[in-house]
């Protein structure tokens, strides 16, 4: 008996002196439940589900991110004459501060362009010269030439000067969308009262390239050398002009007269030398207008998505 309480005194402590079996070594390890998918649980059924919702929201997010990016993009020109511009002209002293502001705000999202109305062609100045002669050729002879000159539609012309204004940097980057070409057509001639009626060809040249047409005014009446007849043309770069300096020219023809009769550009003034320009599709507000017009459905963030995946993550080491 006293053997046996000896025995037992020595056989407990030793028994305490093994390590206590962890209550996590009971439960089943992952990789064993993936060789045997019958062992997992509800719980491990609920987690498996909302990870791969999570990741398959993520490549959703990823993809729509993508479009978005590809989009802002997806309007560079393929061409020189995929440019498209927004343009209104009139007499200088019909615009204000508020219609050339509204003009401005308007112009980004109008559905028509100088391109669709035929007013901005794309062509060199070289081609719009030889094109006026040929139209001029075909619907005119001598005679009816003779009969324009007799009734004084010849006259001397000049520009006088020409400025220019920027509006709208919407990305801050030192380049605007929306200019203004004002000039100042005078009749040269001995009567002070002097009318003629005349219509300008406006081009634009990137960077010392080749001159290229973007918009042609209607015909307006210039009297004398009145500085009130000043004609004043706004324009948007729609489309396809990248972010470069921009010089300007004036080509002023008389209504009927197939030849430049006076011309003013960047040669004449600095006002029309290297305008820092570009179009809408380079000049976006990324804060506010990128996230409106471009992230549409893609509502949820990466991070909210990131937390959520970490979640589902800790969740399923609590359980395992």
């Known amino acids: 008996m006293t053997q046996l309480n000896l025995l037992q005194q020595h056989s ?170 004002v000039f100042d057509a005078d009749v040269i001639s001995s009567n002070p009262f002097e009318v003629a009626y005349v219509y300008a060809e406006l081009y634009l040249s990137q960077d010392g390239g080749p001159w290229t047409h973007y918009f042609s005014t209607d015909v307006f009446e210039i009297i004398g050398e009145n500085i009130d007849d000043e004609y004043e043309v706004m324009t948007t770069l729609y489309e396809g002009y990248y972010s470069d300096e921009y010089d300007v020219l004036i080509d002023l023809y008389e209504a009927d007269y197939p030849g430049i009769v006076a011309t003013f550009s960047s040669d004449d003034s600095d006002s029309l030398y290297a305008l820092p320009l570009e179009s809408d599709d380079y000049d976006h507000d990324y804060e506010d207008d990128y996230d409106d017009d471009h992230h549409h459905g893609g509502s949820i963030s990466f991070g909210l998505l990131l937390a959520l995946f970490g979640f589902a993550l800790s969740r399923a080491k609590y359980h395992r």
């Open 12 to 181: 407990w402590p030793a028994k305490h002196k093994q390590p206590k079996k962890s209550v996590w070594a009971k439960k089943t390890t992952w990789a064993e439940k993936l060789h045997c998918p019958n062992k997992f649980n509800f719980t491990d059924k609920f987690l498996l589900t909302t990870l791969a919702v999570l990741l398959f929201l993520l490549v959703i997010q990823s993809v729509l991110f993508m479009f978005g990016f590809n989009q802002v993009h997806a309007a560079e020109p393929t061409t020189e004459n995929g440019a498209k511009t927004v343009s209104y002209g009139q007499l200088n002293k019909n615009f204000s501060t508020e219609s050339r502001a509204q003009f401005a705000k308007e112009s980004r999202t109008i559905a028509i362009t100088d391109q669709t109305l035929g007013k901005s062609s794309g062509k060199s100045r070289s081609e719009m010269q030889a094109e006026k002669a040929l139209n001029f050729a075909r619907t005119n002879t001598k005679s009816s030439t003779s009969k324009l000159a007799s009734k004084g539609y010849f006259h001397e012309f000049a520009i006088y000067d020409a400025s220019s204004f920027l509006f709208d940097d919407l990305d801050q980057d030192g380049y605007y969308q929306t200019f203004s070409v």
